[in-house]
């Protein structure tokens, strides 16, 4: 199920996101959606690898691409 939500923005903001959805080739609300999206996917990565800093800085081990291939058994 969609919701719709309704935001207000300055006019200079609305005029970008019509311009920049017009370089891609969206409509406004598309290119806000996917702006949107891309947004959080970028917030939950970062809380990724701030628990992966995290972990590291507790001394929890870490392994290179080359010693996990080996525990693996995915040698070339």
Partial sequence: MNKRV???MP???MKLVEEYAAEAGAAPDAYMR????QHLEDLHDIALADAAMARI???EPTYTLEEVKQR???ED
Avoid at 34 to 37: G, K, L, N, S, T
């Fill in 34 to 37: 996917d702006v949107i999206e």
């Fill in 72 to 74: 693996l058994g995915l």
């Fill in 57 to 59: 800085r507790k001394g």
């Fill in 11 to 13: 006019d200079e903001m």
């Fill in 6 to 8: 309704t935001i207000e």
